[in-house]
C-alpha cells in the first residue's frame, strides 16, 4: 500500500492537469486531406494513371504517327505490308525537284541502294534499246507487215515500262512504299515481256530473260530486313 507521503510533491504554482487534455499516445496524427504542394496542378478529366511498370519516354522520343500499324520488320524475317502511302493525285507521281535529283542518292542502306542503281541504269538502257528498237520495227514493218506491227506494239510497251521504271525508282529513293511495290509489279511484266519478245523477232522487242533476271536482283534487294526497315522508319516522315 503506498502512503501519502509517497506521493511526489507538486511545484509551487503548478496546476493539475484537466480532464480529458492528456494527449493521447503514439505518433501525432496528420490531416485526412492533406493540402496538395505549392504549384500542384490538378490532372485533366478522363486523366487515367499509367499501369504498373510504366517507363517515361527518352528525351526526343516521337510518338508514331496515326497511320503507323505494326513494328518495322525485324532484323530476322520477311515481313510484308500493303503500302498505305498511295499518291493522290498525278503531282504525288512525280520525282521530287523533277529529274534534278536523279543521281542524288539518299541516305539508303546499302541494299537499297544497290536497288536503285539497277532500276535507274535498267530504266536507261532500257530507254536506249526502244529507241534502237523502234527504228528497227519500221524497217520490219516494210517486209513483214504483221511481225513488224506487233514487234512495234511491243517496242513502245518497252519504252513506257523503261519510264515508268526511272520515275518509280526515284520514288523509292524517296522513301515511297507505294513505289517499291510499283517496281515488284514491274519485275514481273518484264518477265511477260522477256517471254513475248524472245519468241517474236528473236528479241528485238526487249531485253530478254538477262534483264529479268537483273530485275529480280533489284527485286530482292528492296524487301530485305534493312530496306524493311529503313521504309518503315521514314513512314509517315516523308
Do not use: C
Request: proline letters at 15%.
Amino acid at each position: 500500500m503506498s502512503n501519502p507521503s509517497d506521493v511526489p510533491p507538486q511545484q509551487p504554482g503548478a496546476q493539475p492537469p484537466v480532464s480529458g487534455s492528456v494527449p493521447p499516445a503514439g505518433p501525432p496524427q496528420l490531416p485526412a486531406n492533406p493540402p496538395p504542394p505549392h504549384g500542384y496542378q490538378a490532372p485533366p478529366p478522363g486523366y487515367q494513371a499509367p499501369p504498373p511498370g510504366y517507363q517515361v519516354p527518352p528525351p526526343g522520343y516521337q510518338a508514331p504517327p496515326p497511320e503507323y500499324q505494326g513494328q518495322p520488320a525485324s532484323a530476322g524475317g520477311f515481313r510484308f505490308e500493303m503500302p498505305t502511302d498511295r499518291p493522290r493525285n498525278f503531282g504525288d507521281a512525280l520525282p521530287a525537284g523533277g529529274l534534278s535529283g536523279i543521281f542524288k542518292v539518299a541516305a539508303m542502306p546499302t541494299e537499297l541502294k544497290v536497288s536503285y542503281w539497277i532500276w535507274l541504269i535498267g530504266g536507261l538502257l532500257g530507254l536506249l534499246g526502244g529507241v534502237i528498237g523502234l527504228f528497227g520495227s519500221f524497217v520490219l514493218v516494210a517486209f513483214a507487215p504483221a511481225i513488224g506491227l506487233l514487234v512495234l506494239l511491243l517496242v513502245i510497251v518497252a519504252l513506257a515500262l523503261a519510264t515508268a521504271q526511272i520515275i518509280l525508282a526515284m520514288k523509292m529513293k524517296e522513301g515511297r512504299e507505294w513505289a517499291r511495290f510499283a517496281l515488284t509489279i514491274l519485275a514481273g511484266i518484264s518477265l511477260l515481256l522477256a517471254l513475248v519478245s524472245s519468241g517474236i523477232a528473236d528479241g528485238r522487242a526487249g531485253g530478254g530473260l538477262p534483264g529479268f533476271l537483273i530485275s529480280l536482283v533489284a527485286t530482292v534487294l528492296m524487301w530485305l530486313p534493312n530496306a524493311q526497315a529503313w521504309f518503315a522508319a521514314n513512314r509517315g516522315q516523308i
